[in-house]
């Protein structure tokens, strides 16, 4: 059973940074992409970012590029998600996931169908 675990969400004022780590456990972490979703309060679930399993390619929302930045550590079957620049509206659960056995994609999906496995997410919360 693949168990996905988040921590480093908080309070952090506008403009401030904040790094979310993901462990994974429960098979091979480097054979698998992996994402980053969010959902706001009151809002559908959305893409955030992701990762191929060896981190060479990331494919980011239009929301969050240039502000943040999703790495893998496949040591410590860790991925992790740079968030600078913190805005009010990036207010909201984070979730990792992680995609069905079998999965093994060379480009990372950024739809919520592509994936299996969910943590049970980390609070962020940015004030203006």
């Known amino acids: 059973q693949v168990q996905l675990l988040e921590s480093g969400g908080g309070l952090v004022q506008a403009g401030g940074s904040l790094r979310l780590s993901c462990a994974a456990s429960?098979?091979?972490?480097?054979?698998?992409?992996m994402a980053w979703f969010r959902q706001a309060p009151g809002k559908e679930r959305e893409s955030v970012a992701g990762?191929?399993?060896?981190?060479?390619?990331?494919r980011y929302a239009d929301s969050v590029k240039g502000r943040f930045t999703m790495s893998r550590d496949n040591a410590k079957n860790t991925v992790y998600l740079q968030m600078n620049s913190l805005k009010p509206e990036d207010t909201a659960v984070y979730y990792c996931?992680?995609?069905?056995?079998?999965?093994?994609?060379?480009?990372?999906?950024?739809?919520?169908?592509?994936?299996?496995?969910w943590g049970q997410g980390t609070q962020v919360t940015v004030s203006s």
């Open positions: 996931a992680a995609p069905p056995f079998g999965a093994q994609w060379s480009s990372p999906g950024l739809e919520q169908f592509e994936y299996e496995y």
């Open positions: 429960g098979r091979p972490f480097n054979r698998y992409a």
């Open positions: 990762i191929n399993w060896s981190g060479t390619i990331k």
